[in-house]
């Protein structure tokens, strides 16, 4: 593959400020919609950055489990890398790389726990299976082998038995990300693309500007 090579235009779609909802939230909903029924794989994924400490930043993909007017709201280990960070420093930024239909969404903002009443509600509609692991997991720490985590599924598992309650983890659950500016990006001909990023208004209502490619 000779990368500098690589180039597709980009001629799907195109983004007008008359297409825009007032409200951003809605406007991700309708993009969501749209990359679902496009059949985009795995269109609640998202990649999660976050900086910790040190200033050094990090990435990873996680599942959007909930969105209202308040945020983002995805579910992770609160000791892992990312709960780390967003200890330090609660701050994160999301982005939904919708790039079957050309789009990408960039969401900015401060991140707060979504309390232990709708992480315990979300984790038991988790499959059993995935409840379990979750206690198995030490996330982001070194483990020795595959076969080490293996174990450590029999002994949850023989804990709560087939049937018993899995209470939820005290080191898992939501985070909250309430969102400061939203970007949609919809590529366009010859990198001429087009950007409208929402911005969140002390008095909660938002502005909406359109940005250079
Ligand atoms: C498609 C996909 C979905 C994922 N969803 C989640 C998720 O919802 N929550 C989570 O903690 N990790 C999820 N992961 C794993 C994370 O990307 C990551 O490996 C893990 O959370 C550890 O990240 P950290 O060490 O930066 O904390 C997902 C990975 C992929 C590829």
Avoid: C
């Amino acid at each position: 593959m000779n990368l500098a090579d690589e180039r597709r235009n980009y001629l799907r779609g195109e983004l007008h400020r008359a297409d825009l909802r007032p409200d951003p939230i809605a406007q991700f909903n309708l993009w969501l919609d749209e990359a679902n029924r496009a059949g985009v794989l795995e269109p609640t994924a998202l990649s999660l950055a976050t900086v910790g400490r040190d200033g050094r930043p990090r990435v990873r993909t996680v599942l959007l489990k909930g969105l209202t007017d308040a945020g983002f709201v995805f579910f992770t280990n609160f000791d892992s890398r990312k709960g780390r960070h967003l200890h330090e420093n609660p701050q994160a930024s999301l982005l939904f790389p919708w790039l079957a239909l050309e789009r990408q969404v960039i969401v900015t903002g401060p991140v707060e726990p979504v309390g232990d009443e709708e992480s315990r509600a979300y984790f038991r509609s988790r499959p059993r299976e995935s409840r379990l692991a979750a206690w198995v997991s030490n996330q982001s720490q070194v483990v020795a082998s595959r076969a080490d985590l293996d174990a450590g599924l029999g002994v949850v598992r023989a804990r709560y038995g087939d049937t018993g309650e899995i209470p939820l983890p005290p080191f898992w659950g939501g985070y909250r990300v309430r969102p400061e500016t939203i970007e949609f990006w919809q590529g366009r001909a010859n990198r001429m693309h087009d950007r409208f990023e929402y911005t969140r208004q002390p008095d909660g209502s938002w502005t909406l500007e359109r940005l250079s490619p």
